[in-house]
T-cell receptor, first 114, second 111 residues
Framework: DQQVKQNSPSLSVQEGRISILNCDYTNSMFDYFLWYKKYPAEGPTFLISISSIKDKNEDGRFTVFLNKSAKHLSLHIVPSQPGDSAVYFCAASAQNQGAQKLVFGQGTRLTINP | DAEITQSPRHKITETGRQVTLACHQTWNHNNMFWYRQDLGHGLRLIHYSYGVQDTNKGEVSDGYSVSRSNTEDLPLTLESAASSQTSVYFC??????????FGQGTRLTVV
């Protein structure tokens, strides 16, 4: 049972445009959500997070939106740059339940075209 | 600077052999995790630990074991390596209510 789903395996965006990556979850106990970026032959690196008490968190070019009623979150990157080409994973945890483990989605490969 | 390191970075082993992958962190985090990354599956949790002497099974724990004798280390052991365990393995550590930090990964090939 996939509790965190990223339904788009890949996404291609023109440089300078907005990239929107989507993630859905099924477990209503999840209350903390994170996005990670991964380059080939490297470990995932943290990008941005959001708590369930918020519906938006912004950090520079990256904004994460959370829609709790739809159990959906999205990552917006604007403007997109060639260095943003990577695999992006969303992750969730049920911290109010004492669970520090992160459950990950399948990942979306983002390609930024010049 | 604090870090998390995995060794070896690459390993080739034969079916049936016992293999241990090392993970060492200097963040002083209580929470440590092992994931495997496979195409189409993302990162799947193998085992995790919330502190010394604490270990828990993740979603794909069959054939794997871990032990936690100190805060810094969480070695992952494949008791009898199988071809289905060919994968890239990532170790991570996390403080309470913070992001997790990942190691560089170990690429394991079972032949």
């Amino acid at each position: 049972d996939q509790q965190v789903k990223q339904n788009s395996p890949s996404l291609s965006v023109q440089e300078g445009r907005i990239s929107i990556l989507n993630c859905d979850y099924t477990n209503s106990m999840f209350d903390y959500f994170l996005w990670y970026k991964k380059y080939p032959a490297e470990g995932p690196t943290f990008l941005i997070s959001i708590s369930s008490i918020k519906d938006k968190n912004e950090d520079g070019r990256f904004t994460v939106f959370l829609n709790k009623s739809a159990k959906h979150l999205s990552l917006h990157i604007v403007p997109s740059q060639p260095g943003d080409s990577a695999v992006y994973f969303c992750a969730a945890s049920a911290q109010n339940q004492g669970a520090q483990k992160l459950v990950f989605g399948q990942g979306t490969r983002l390609t930024i075209n010049p | 600077d604090a870090e998390i390191t995995q060794s070896p970075r690459h390993k080739i082993t034969e079916t049936g052999r016992q293999v241990t992958l090392a993970c060492h962190q200097t963040w002083n985090h209580n929470n440590m995790f092992w994931y495997r990354q496979d195409l189409g599956h993302g990162l799947r949790l193998i085992h995790y630990s919330y502190g010394v002497q604490d270990t828990n099974k993740g979603e794909v724990s069959d054939g794997y074991s871990v032990s936690r004798s100190n805060t810094e280390d969480l070695p992952l052991t494949l008791e009898s390596a199988a071809s289905s365990q060919t994968s890239v393995y990532f170790c991570a550590s996390r403080g309470q209510y913070t992001e997790a930090f990942f190691g560089q990964g170990t690429r394991l090939t079972v032949v």
